[in-house]
């Protein structure tokens, strides 16, 4: 669409939605949100000066010293001035061919770490990961991740206790939104509903309509009870009831509601017979009769701040009317996170009101913009990751574990597994040194492999722990298909400019490596990208029950909208309707809140039944320094993680260049700080600056930091990272033996003003570059 003289609109999909970007002359000068998106998400706004910053990868490059010195261990990996060398895609590709081949004949495929974890960008078929395991598929295999950061205690967890299907559902068919207007009185909600993560989804969604959605059931009716240190973790419209509990003490709140709803006689004894298994064990839990502490709202009242009176309360009104328990991903994304939410299921069974309509239990409202948005019944068009011959398998958030500890075995969801011998890693499309925690601990670690190879669109951190740098392609630059799980439309993404530089697809990458090790036909099966887009398409097409438009005329018209969505059918209603006929997926097809399946792990860090363990006991509370502060690390509002975070949107959110952190008036009185003022935060594990904001919306003794801040050791001498990377303080710890899943949500830390001279950001100026020559072949 042509918008002025010499500019043209295009529609282009991201995860954070559908936007137009206004392009002259092959660059984009501009973005705009999509007309039709009821709430468009303001990170459109990032795309112009991401698209063309000088950050962005022109060219193949090597690190000096690898070039210098050939594969092994490098303690500098990271060093912010250390050398790369530009070659050309051949050279580039020799040498990835010929190192791939020498780890695999020495050490085996296990030797590659492939897992890759990260959300790279929207799009079907450039899917940077599919790419990536399809590859190493092709050459025999690699040692893969299980699970997510996002939201792996539920993962690991729910399949123990409501068993599957019935954990997918609880994460992919919740309650909509729609039911939730309908039939929802009260909405109690852990970690909030925040609005802005709302705007994200995977692979991305053609309209935003969660906040719209809050609103409606606002509108119609139904209440919101907010249990979050944050204010503004739900919009003001919905007027929720803000219960600013201390971090990481939902369970012990969780335990006194149940404790109320025995006590007074409102827990629903014959759901909790008929549907459940354990009520016996929980309730001799929280009364105490099985270990002398009774769980009474005084109890969890001293522990989380909350006040006594206000929880018994609480208890009542949920057993009144229809009433909705939402622990979001972030409140698992804690030491102990299994705990909360199984708790909070055990709450909404004894409410009893599990399998009816807008009542029960759910996680994920407010962490994800399609969750409550419905379900379709079939899946998206996909690249298709053949299989993976070995069967060697990591936690994802046991990362730096990995590389550090080969050879030593530990425990994970009852199984007994040993940390591979790491050589090789391959990254595309994900950011490590922003996502993982400890990462001075990360940066030890990823000396230790032999070879470190990133596909990157951007110099970011991830990219200068390399030593085989490979340029890809944006989103921007390719043809590809667009959608989320449930979404309302799948749509056409249209290259809008050239590739910058020598960037190239992942899947031109792929192709010429299959080629130098002999596997081109059985990577490709012979069908270029413009090929492999039809017939992806075609083999999605095939499988619907209805008719949709051939791939010719959903390329053409831009889109097709989807079939057929789900009927909204309250989650676990089957089971509900007929527990022996429809029995879940459990040893006792029941929901279990207690599981001997689990108790028999013997985990004192996730025992049979949901329990409260205290989150800093014997991590961060060393008696001799209590870090007085409780940082949480929440997701950005200003981006997706750690994508565009040069872009306007994104850079306008810094104070004096650095990331923004909330503080509460008084703790910023105590230690003398104003708005504006650059503070070091720290702890044992290391510090970064970040720029203070004034914040009367956020719990007392809390302090907020979200990710994403590229991660910047440029000054070590001044902070860890100069420019505010939250991940340079949380504890690199599981959640526990049983899921050990991501933990980076909390941590204990003190700030202080900054004094002496500001370093700069250097992490946004791309590092030392050298145009090379072909290195010679000996
Ligand atoms: N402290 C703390 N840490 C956390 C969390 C927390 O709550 N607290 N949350 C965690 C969670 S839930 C998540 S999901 C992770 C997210 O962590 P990541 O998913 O790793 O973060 P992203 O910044 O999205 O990284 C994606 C990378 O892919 C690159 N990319 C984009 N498109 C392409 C492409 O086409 N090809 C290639 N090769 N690369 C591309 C981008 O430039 C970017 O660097 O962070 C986790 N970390
Ligand atoms: N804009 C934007 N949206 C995103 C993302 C992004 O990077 N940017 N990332 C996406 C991804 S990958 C994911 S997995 C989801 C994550 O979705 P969530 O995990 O739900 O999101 P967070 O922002 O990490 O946390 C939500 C809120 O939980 C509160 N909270 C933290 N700790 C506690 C606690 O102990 N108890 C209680 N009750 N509340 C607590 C915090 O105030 C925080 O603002 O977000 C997605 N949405
Ligand atoms: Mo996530």
């Excluded at 990157?456 to 340029?471: F, G």
Aim: net charge negative; hydrophobic share 40%.
């Amino acid at each position: 669409m042509t918008v002025s003289e010499d500019v043209t609109a295009h529609s282009t999909s991201s995860h954070w939605g559908t936007y137009e970007v206004l392009v002259r002359g092959g660059t984009v000068v501009g973005a705009r949100p999509d007309p039709a998106d009821p709430a468009p998400s303001p990170l459109y706004a990032n795309a112009p000066a991401a698209q063309h910053h000088a950050t962005r990868i022109a060219r193949p490059a090597v690190r000096r010293r690898w070039l210098d010195n050939g594969p092994g261990p490098d303690d500098r990996r990271g060093h912010p001035d250390d050398e790369y060398v530009e070659v050309d895609w051949a050279t580039a590709l020799d040498l990835l061919a010929g190192e791939l081949e020498r780890v695999r004949r020495e050490h085996g495929n296990a030797a590659i770490y492939g897992g890759s974890y990260g959300w790279a960008s929207a799009g079907r078929f450039h899917h940077s990961q599919s790419q990536l395991h399809r590859f190493l598929n092709t050459i025999g295999g690699y040692t893969r991740t299980a699970n997510t950061y996002s939201h792996a205690a539920v993962e690991v967890l729910f399949p123990h206790i409501v068993g599957l299907p019935g954990a997918y559902d609880l994460l992919y068919r919740p309650p909509t939104w729609e039911a939730i207007a309908g039939h929802t009185d009260l909405l109690v909600t852990f970690g909030g509903l925040r609005v802005s993560n709302t705007w994200i989804a995977s692979g991305g969604r053609a309209a935003h309509t969660a906040e719209p959605d809050m609103r409606k059931a606002a509108g119609r009716g139904t209440r919101f009870v907010s249990f979050s240190p944050l204010r503004d973790d739900t919009l003001d419209e919905l007027d929720a009831e803000w219960l600013a509990a201390a971090p990481g003490t939902d369970t012990a709140i969780l335990l006194a509601l149940i404790h109320v709803l025995f006590d007074e006689g409102l827990a629903d004894e014959s759901f909790l017979d008929r549907y459940t298994v354990g009520a016996d064990v929980l309730r001799d839990y929280v009364t105490g009769a099985s270990d002398g502490v009774a769980k009474t709202p005084e109890w969890a009242a001293g522990i989380s701040g909350v006040d006594a009176a206000t929880l018994r309360d609480l208890a009542r009104r949920m057993a009144s009317g229809r009433t909705l328990v939402n622990v979001g991903w972030s409140v698992q994304r804690a030491r102990y996170g299994e705990q909360p939410l199984w708790a909070g299921l055990a709450l909404a069974a004894c409410l009893g009101q599990i399998g009816l309509p807008g009542g029960g239990f759910a996680s994920g409202y407010g962490s994800m913009g399609n969750y409550g948005g419905g379900a379709t019944p079939h899946g998206l068009p996909k690249l298709p990751q053949g299989s993976n011959p070995v069967d060697s398998v990591v936690p994802v958030a046991r990362v730096s574990d990995t590389l550090l500890r080969p050879g030593e075995p530990f425990d994970f969801n009852g199984r007994r597994l040993t940390y591979p011998d790491i050589r090789l890693v391959y990254w595309s499309g994900g950011n490590p040194f922003h996502h993982h925690q400890d990462l001075r601990r990360l940066s030890r670690a990823f000396g230790r492999p032999e070879t470190v190879v990133v596909h990157e669109t951007h110099w970011t951190s991830t990219a200068r722990h390399a030593d085989i740098v490979l340029p890809s392609t944006t989103t921007l630059e390719r043809d590809d298909i667009a959608a989320s799980r449930g979404d309302l439309r799948l749509r056409v993404m249209r290259r809008v400019v050239p590739a910058h530089g020598e960037a190239r697809d992942e899947y031109a990458i792929f192709t010429d490596l299959a080629r130098r090790l002999g596997v081109e036909k059985a990577f490709t099966e012979g069908r270029s990208t413009a090929e492999w887009l039809e017939h992806i398409y075609e083999e999605w097409r095939a499988g619907l029950a209805e008719p949709v438009a051939p791939f010719a005329r959903f390329w053409e018209q831009g889109g097709i909208d989807m079939p057929a969505r789900h009927e909204a059918t309250a989650l676990f209603g089957a089971f509900r309707a007929d527990p022996r006929g429809n029995p879940l997926h459990t040893p006792s097809g029941r929901i279990e809140l207690f599981s001997e399946t689990i108790a028999g792990f013997g985990y004192a860090d996730c025992p049979g039944h949901p329990v409260w363990l205290d989150p800093w006991e014997g991590a961060d509370r060393d008696p001799a320094r209590k870090w007085p502060l409780v940082l949480v690390a929440n997701q950005p509002k200003g981006r997706l993680h750690s994508q565009q975070d040069m872009g306007a949107h994104s850079r306008s959110e810094k104070i004096a260049g650095r990331a923004p952190l909330r503080v509460h008036p008084q703790d910023a009185a105590a230690r003398g700080l104003s708005a504006g003022d650059v503070v070091r935060v720290f702890n044992d594990r290391g510090s970064c600056l970040a720029g203070v904001v004034i914040e009367p919306g956020i719990r007392r003794g809390v302090v907020q930091l979200s990710t994403g801040a590229w991660f910047d050791p440029s000054a070590p001498w001044a902070a860890s990272c100069v420019h505010g990377n939250p991940n340079v303080l949380t504890d690199d710890v599981g959640t526990s033996a049983l899921s050990h899943g991501c933990t980076g949500q909390l941590s204990r830390v003190e700030v202080g003003r900054f004094e002496g001279e500001l370093p700069p950001v250097r992490v946004f100026d791309p590092p030392r570059l050298v145009a090379g020559e072909a290195p010679d072949a000996s």
